[in-house]
C-alpha cells in the first residue's frame, strides 16, 4: 500500500504475471512418509524380526499421512487456480510444459522397461533354455483377455475425447446440454478404466505363472504393473476431474486440470498398444 499524492491509499498490484507459491509444509511432509514407507518395505524385505509391528502399526500411518499431504496439497492447487485466480496464461504454459516433461519421463520410464525385455527375449540366455518364453512358462493368451483390455481403453481414449470436445464446444452458457454430454462421457471413461483394471486383476489370479518365475514373471508383471499402476492414477484423476466439473471448476478458457488428466490417459493408452504387441503377441 503506497499514499498517493491526494491523500488517499492506492495498491501495488504485482507486476508479472507469474505465481509465486507460497511456503507450505506438504512437500516435505510427503517426503517424510515415502521415506518412511520405503525403510519398512526394505525391513520386509530382509526379514526383520520386528517387521510385523512396524507394518501393523507403522506403516499405516505413513500411508494415511502420505495420502492426506498429497490431497491437501492438490486442494491447495485447486484454491489457487479455481477461487484465486492464480493461474494465468503465462502460469498454464509453465504448467502445461512441465507436465509434458514429466509424461517424457513416463516414457523414459517405461522404455527401460522395455529395454530389459528386448534384451532377454530377442537373444534369450542359455540358462533359459535359449528360447522365448522360457520352458516351462505357458504365456497368456493375447486374443482372450488382452485384446479384450486393448479394446477397452482404447475405447476410454475416444469417451475422454469427446468429454473434452463436449467442454471446449460449449457455446451457450445457459445451455446444460453440453454439461451433460461431460458428464456422461467422464462417467463412461471411469467405468471403462475400472473395468480394465478389474479385468487385468482377474488376469493375474488365473495366469500359469507368477513374478517368482524367471526372467519373464519379472519382466511381464513390471511391465504391466506398472502400467496398471498408471491406470489406476489415471482414474482417479478423471474422478477427481469429474467431481470439479460437477461443481462449475472449468470453462471453456480454464480447464487445464482436466486436459492433463487427458493428456495422462492418452499416455497410458499408447503405453498399452506397446505392451499387447510386443509383450502379449509378439513375445507369446
Request: aromatic letters at 20%.
Amino acid at each position: 500500500m503506497t499514499s498517493s499524492g491526494k491523500g488517499l491509499l492506492s495498491y501495488n498490484p504485482q507486476q508479472h504475471p507469474f505465481h509465486l507459491v507460497k511456503p507450505s509444509p506438504w512437500p516435505i511432509l510427503i517426503a517424510f512418509s515415502l521415506c518412511n514407507i520405503l525403510i519398512i518395505t526394505v525391513f520386509f524385505f530382509n526379514n526383520y524380526y520386528f517387521c510385523e509391528d512396524v507394518i501393523l502399526y507403522y506403516l499405516p500411518i505413513n500411508v494415511i499421512l502420505f495420502f492426506y499431504c498429497l490431497i491437501s496439497w492438490f486442494w491447495d492447487i485447486i484454491i489457487e487456480a479455481t477461487f484465486e485466480g492464480r493461474h494465468t496464461l503465462a502460469v498454464q504454459r509453465g504448467l502445461r510444459l512441465g507436465f509434458s516433461l514429466f509424461i517424457v519421463s513416463e516414457i523414459i520410464f517405461f522404455f527401460s522397461f522395455f529395454w530389459a525385455f528386448f534384451h532377454s527375449s530377442v537373444s534369450p540366455a542359455i540358462w533359459i533354455g535359449a528360447i522365448w518364453p522360457p520352458i516351462g512358462i505357458t504365456p497368456i493368451n493375447p486374443w482372450v483377455l488382452p485384446l479384450l483390455n486393448t479394446v477397452i481403453l482404447l475405447s476410454s481414449g475416444v469417451t475422454v475425447t469427446w468429454a473434452h470436445k463436449a467442454l471446449i464446444t460449449r457455446t451457450n452458457i445457459s445451455t446444460f446440454q453440453p454439461r451433460v454430454e461431460v458428464i456422461k462421457a467422464l462417467i463412461v471413461t471411469i467405468i471403462l478404466g475400472i473395468l480394465f483394471t478389474t479385468i487385468q486383476l482377474y488376469e493375474y489370479q488365473h495366469a500359469s505363472f507368477s513374478i517368482n518365475d524367471g526372467i519373464y514373471g519379472s519382466i511381464f508383471y513390471l511391465l504391466t504393473g506398472f502400467h496398471g499402476l498408471h491406470v489406476v492414477i489415471g482414474t482417479i484423476f478423471l474422478i477427481v476431474c469429474l467431481l470439479r466439473h460437477l461443481f462449475y471448476h472449468f470453462t471453456i478458457d480454464h480447464h487445464l486440470g482436466f486436459e492433463i488428466a487427458i493428456w495422462y490417459w492418452h499416455s497410458v493408452d499408447i503405453v498399452w498398444i506397446f505392451l499387447f504387441i510386443f509383450l502379449y503377441v509378439w513375445g507369446s
